[in-house]
């Protein structure tokens, strides 16, 4: 039966003494079912995105008090007693801007307390520092460390073939050491482990003490924070002095279609994107160094990649000519402070191996690397992956190998760097969802791609540009590793933004 359906026939207030049949089949108590019930038709109904995400907080609080033993949350209680469409309809739009809770549901929930300070008189706290102390209430996960994501801008489809159900990475794998998992949570299957209490019961890492023992560097995903994060982009995008000017580039963007659209391959746009650029740009050192890498790659996976001294030699020479620009002295200033690195030398090693280390995504060994797939492009299974860059798109439109079908997102920025989500056919083989910047530097690029992979490695990473929001997604490679079990950049690309 259709759950709206079920809704529909179900739809009699909560009381305490008429537990609702269905509601129980479903493995969910009256109050639950009722709250399913108004996040459904929010969702589906209504269209309203922010309600329906503060009602699945209040469901997921309600569980909590349940696992308790207890009734549920009062909150909840109050919510669903009576016609709860009318109820939501009428009253909830004050809520889910601020919510209100009881205090019994306050002292032992997170609800409107993410990130507060330190509460003495709490059951439980919900401050940054409550995972290393292990005092966080039980909901704290849910409703803290997935706040940032629930706040994004609404994404546009992108679709990662090969990194498509990805689990959240962190930049390490190694199990038997604690670099890169300082305060990280207990986990069963780790041999070793690297929290607040594995001195407590005798199950830390022997390199605990020396890397997790102090305030330095503790965490691959969380010790940035988001209003870090916004700061050091918008630094990057004000140092960004390379990128190209209005009068640079000429755009001739078309067909806008829908995002359901774009799985037909018609090809709306009987002009080039590109209608004119000023190749002067390419002409600047980090614009020669980039191009001149592009073309050292076998676009097919399963192709094992087999570099000359010459191709090594360009790669040395892009990081040498990126770290000259402010856009990378940024970067690095904002890293080295927050003790991920301790010297530039250190940086761009990192670099080197993140980007430019092969790894296999097909058949033969050493067939991809994260340059390759973001900037240069793949195919796989007959479908291009990773192909992210406006200047590779540019020259292989030029050279007749590209043909721009449409797009379903153009930024909101008035000048470049700008985003455009679009659809394209490489030689043959459709591109259903490639986001771009356009007329930014490579450095640029390079510089926040790094910094989402760094700080935000295998998630949703947001930024801020020129004030507006934007978000990163970046993938770890997972099937092999460099030095102490470093991870390889799988992909980056953005996700979203808003208008």
């Not at 709250?35 to 907080?57: K, N, P, T």
């Not at 000519?321 to 970067?331: D, G």
């Not at 989500?421 to 690029?445: H, L, T």
């Amino acid at each position: 039966m259709p759950l709206l359906t079920l809704i529909e026939e179900d739809a009699l207030p909560c009381d305490d003494s008429t537990p609702r049949k269905k509601s129980l089949q479903s493995g969910l108590n009256c109050h639950q079912f009722c709250l399913f019930s108004m996040r459904i038709f929010f969702f589906e109904r209504a269209g309203d995105l922010h309600a329906g995400l503060f009602l699945e907080r209040v469901f997921y609080l309600d569980l909590t008090f349940t696992r308790r033993g207890q009734r549920g949350s009062p909150m909840l209680r109050h919510l669903c007693s009576g016609t709860w469409e009318d109820r939501a309809l009428s009253s909830f739009a004050p809520l889910w801007g601020g919510v209100h809770v009881g205090e019994d549901d306050r002292t032992e929930s997170c609800a409107s307390r993410c990130y507060e300070k330190f509460d003495r008189d709490a059951a439980c706290q919900c401050d940054r520092r409550c995972p290393q102390h292990g005092d966080c209430c039980e909901d704290y996960e849910y409703l803290c460390i997935a706040e940032e994501d629930s706040e994004e801008p609404e994404r546009f489809l992108e679709l990662e073939e090969e990194t498509e159900g990805a689990p959240v990475g962190s930049l390490y794998s190694a199990p038997n050491s604690c670099q890169g998992r300082c305060q990280e949570a207990f986990h069963k299957h780790h041999p070793c482990h690297c929290n607040a209490r594995c001195q407590e019961f005798g199950n830390c890492c022997e390199d605990f003490e020396s890397l997790c023992g102090h305030e330095g560097f503790s965490r691959s995903s969380d010790a940035i924070t988001k209003e870090e994060l916004q700061g050091i982009s918008e630094k990057i995008y004000r140092a960004d002095t390379n990128k190209a000017q209005k009068e640079d580039i000429v755009l001739n963007s078309q067909k806008c279609i829908s995002p359901s659209e774009t799985r037909d391959q018609v090809d709306c746009s009987p002009e080039p994107l590109f209608t004119y650029v000023n190749e002067k740009l390419f002409s600047k050192p980090t614009y020669a160094a980039f191009i001149n890498l592009l073309n050292n790659y076998q676009r097919d996976t399963g192709r094992g990649e087999h570099f000359t001294a010459q191709q090594l030699a360009e790669q040395d020479t892009f990081l040498r000519e990126v770290m000259k620009t402010a856009v990378m002295k940024e970067l690095y200033g904002f890293l080295h402070q927050q003790n991920r690195y301790s010297s530039e030398r250190e940086f761009v090693s990192d670099l080197k191996n993140m980007w430019f280390g092969l790894y296999s995504r097909g058949s033969e060994e050493g067939d991809s690397s994260g340059f390759e797939h973001v900037f240069s492009g793949e195919v796989k299974k007959g479908k291009v992956t990773g192909f992210h860059n406006w200047i590779r798109f540019y020259t292989q439109e030029k050279a007749g190998l590209v043909d721009y079908y449409s797009h379903i997102y153009d930024g909101p920025w008035d000048s470049y760097p700008d985003v455009l989500a679009m659809q394209f056919s490489w030689d043959g083989y459709y591109k259903q969802v490639g986001s771009a910047f356009i007329g930014s530097s490579p450095e640029f690029e390079f510089a926040l791609y790094s910094l989402c992979f760094i700080a935000r490695p295998g998630k949703v990473c947001q930024l801020s540009l020129g004030g507006h929001p934007l978000a990163i997604q970046t993938y770890t490679w997972e099937k092999s590793t460099y030095g102490n079990g470093k991870k390889y950049i799988a992909t980056a690309y953005v996700v979203s933004s808003t208008q």
